[in-house]
């Protein structure tokens, strides 16, 4: 059986809840959703959806960071958006984070997220 060991980084929020920021298990990393929470402050970023889905990806760039990977680690991102017509707005600056060849991706309309967020992001990774 495989040991646990649990990913944490100050340079990423806190958890909102009961969970781990990630949690690797092999060379596998599990990324819990993230929000556009302000790691510094904790305050939700609210200014526009171009700085929310940077927020995010930038919280999720710190976790995957902590784990040893990078974003050409990242096997699966999932999405998840509030409002659908910012998908474009999505990919534009997801190509900004990722290069060829890009990980495996959903993005799903949600009626709600945590804290009244207008995206949430998780992933996972393989390392080495």
């Known amino acids: 059986m495989s040991s646990r060991t649990i990913i944490s980084t100050p340079d990423a929020p806190a958890a909102v809840g009961t969970y781990s920021q990630a949690v690797k298990v092999g060379n596998t990393v599990y990324v819990s959703g993230q ?5 510094r402050s904790g305050q939700l ?3 526009s ?3 929310q889905i940077r927020r995010v990806f930038d919280n ?4 995957i960071t902590a784990s040893g990977g990078t974003f050409a680690s990242v096997t699966k991102l999932n999405v998840f958006l509030t ?5 474009a707005l999505l990919n534009q600056i997801m ?3 990722f290069q060829e060849p890009y990980p495996a991706r959903a993005a799903i309309q949600v009626a709600a997220l945590p804290k009244g967020a207008a995206v949430e992001m998780d992933c996972v990774l393989e390392l080495g």
């Open 45 to 47: 970023v609210t200014s």
């Open 95 to 97: 190509a900004e984070y």
């Open 83 to 87: 409002d659908l017509s910012h998908f």
């Open 49 to 51: 959806m171009d700085a």
């Open 35 to 39: 929000i556009p929470l302000d790691p």
């Open 60 to 63: 999720l760039n710190a976790i």
